[in-house]
């Protein structure tokens, strides 16, 4: 069974400071990973893909790839309250077409 | 920018009821997908299709089917609606690229059904 592993939070954070989400998965062949985030009542947004390790960074948005540890990591830096929302990791699968979901991580941000 | 639209933002439907969910994306994407999403137990994955006419289940379809006549349109049948039917219908696309490599995501606005 291949798995995609998130705390489900909440995990709180207060405005300005650094926050940071973690995602576990077991299918060592997964070779795509994203992070979307998902406001209460709407539907899943893309925010970050990496495919390769290290560090991709996009604005605000780092994601960090460790294929070794089969980790994936999302911090958000000068955190602000409209980041307060869940964080779904997807990680593909071998089928080529499906991604795996982690459960996602509810973030609040505080003022 | 992907746009995928979704027929209904809210529906209310009566049990038994045959219920039709549409979903149109315009960026001619191969691949597209419908989810279901219920607190707790996150996306669940119920039909996918890689090309016009074809499609696959996914982890949960019974009592759903799918239809693909164009590419751009992916349909999701309820043949009977059912209470516990009641949750998120999430539509998705993605672009398969060469060689195969899953690609991103992108959703539709989705679909809250509540069936009685």
């Known amino acids: 069974q291949k798995e995609v592993e998130q705390n489900s939070g909440p995990l709180s954070v207060p405005e300005g400071a650094i926050a940071s989400l973690n995602c576990t998965y077991s299918?060592?062949?997964?070779?795509?990973f994203f992070w979307y985030r998902q406001y209460s009542g709407k539907s899943p947004e893309l925010i970050m893909s990496?495919?390769s390790n290290g560090d991709k960074e996009d604005g605000r948005f780092t994601a960090q790839l460790n294929k070794a540890s089969q980790y994936v990591s999302l911090l958000i830096r000068d955190s602000q309250p409209s980041d307060s929302a869940t964080y779904l990791c997807?990680?593909?699968?071998?089928?080529?077409?499906?991604?795996?979901w982690g459960a996602g991580t509810k973030l609040i941000i505080k003022p | 920018d992907v746009k995928v639209t979704q027929s209904s933002r809210y529906l209310v439907k009566r049990t038994g009821e045959k219920v039709f969910l549409e979903c149109v994306q315009d960026?001619?994407?191969?691949?597209m997908f419908w989810y279901r999403q219920d607190p707790g137990l996150g996306l669940r994955l119920i039909y996918f299709?890689?090309?016009?006419?074809?499609?696959e289940k996914g982890d949960i379809p019974e009592g759903y089917s799918v239809s693909r006549e164009k590419k751009e349109r992916f349909s999701l049948i309820l043949e009977s609606a059912s209470t516990n039917q009641t949750s998120m219908y999430l539509c998705?696309?993605?672009?398969?690229?060469?060689?195969?490599?899953?690609?991103?995501?992108?959703f539709g606005p989705g679909t809250r059904l509540t069936v009685t």
């Open positions: 990496i495919y």
């Open positions: 997807a990680v593909n699968t071998d089928s080529n077409y499906q991604l795996i």
């Open positions: 998705a696309s993605s672009l398969s690229l060469a060689g195969g490599h899953s690609y991103e995501q992108y």
């Open positions: 299709s890689y090309d016009v006419k074809m499609k």
């Open positions: 299918d060592r062949v997964s070779q795509s």
């Open positions: 960026m001619d994407h191969e691949n």
